[in-house]
């Protein structure tokens, strides 16, 4: 069966403004928030496998987005958070813009083809002009939901 | 060449240009090669109109899924060579672009400051190792 992004996405998973102004205050936050939503069991782990990756890597993919993902057993089952910010987080993103839409993804260590086909449908997906206005303009977590399922399909 | 003489290169800016047909096992050399060179590696995958309808000609699909399927597998190669990159230390970025990929590649080469190009050897990469401005070599 094809992998659906919006099949686990949950609207207890979505950040509608988040506080943080540069990235690893961002993944803090986006870690303290999955862990107390029992997204995620285990903070540290969580939070270093995902700061290793924007040590090496960044995830900010360009006009105005970032992917921060991980393979860490500090979860259970393949998850995403949607994360938005009007004043914009700094990614070091490929054209220095800032994100104000993040989307993490996290995944056990075991679940890797999921994992890799998780990032490529939402990557695709996210260089659409038309899916990132809706999701800056959405006003609640069930329509950011929506917003990626009607453009899945 | 000795290793020696080897090591004396700098190639601190390694791109990787990946065709939709490359076949995935041509990570593990890459990243062994930015690890010995310290390399940031810079990982491209290029939207070609012309591939992509020639491939829904061939497969007789709606031309909008195969550009679909098309960036779907694109950025599923790009992020396997990332989670390899990442297990071995290496610093990666990932880039998806629409447009030709000689132009794409001379903008790489300069707005990058590239200085060895990796590419699976196939018909169509040819072109890169005629026209490029660093030293390519094909895996």
């Known amino acids: ?153 | 060449m000795k290793t020696g003489e080897i090591n004396s290169l700098e190639f601190n800016r390694v791109l990787l240009y990946l065709v939709d047909n490359t076949d995935r096992t041509i990570s593990t050399p890459v990243i062994q090669l930015c690890k010995i060179f310290k390399s940031h590696l810079f990982v491209l995958f290029v939207l070609e109109e012309h591939r992509i309808s020639k491939l829904a000609s061939l497969t007789r699909e709606n031309i909008e899924l195969t550009r679909q399927r098309f960036e779907e597998e694109g950025w599923e190669m790009l992020y396997l060579v990332e989670d390899e990159a990442v297990e071995n230390g290496v610093r990666t970025s990932l880039h998806m672009e629409n447009g030709q990929v000689t132009r794409l590649i001379k903008k790489y080469v300069e707005n990058y400051k590239i200085n060895l190009i990796l590419v699976r050897k196939r018909e169509e990469t040819k072109k890169i190792f005629v026209s490029a401005a660093v030293p390519v070599m094909g895996l």
């Open chain 1, 1 to 153: 069966m094809e992998l659906r992004i919006s099949n686990f996405l949950k609207p207890d998973a979505v950040i509608m403004e988040m506080h943080a102004t540069e990235k690893l205050e961002a993944i803090r936050e986006l870690v303290d928030f999955m862990v107390g939503k029992n997204i995620a069991r285990n903070r540290e782990q969580l939070f270093e496998a995902l700061a290793k990756r924007e040590n090496l890597e960044s995830t900010g993919i360009g006009e105005g987005i970032a992917i921060p993902h991980a393979r860490t057993d500090a979860v259970d089952d393949l998850v995403l958070v949607f994360a938005r910010s009007s004043a914009g987080i700094d990614f070091s993103s490929i054209d220095g813009k800032p994100s104000h839409i993040i989307f993490l993804i996290a995944s056990p260590e075991n679940k890797k083809s999921e994992y890799i086909i998780a990032l490529a449908k939402l990557s695709r997906l996210l260089r659409k002009l038309p899916v990132r206005e809706q999701l800056r303009n959405a006003t609640n977590p069930q329509e950011v939901i929506n917003i990626i399922k009607s453009n899945e399909e």
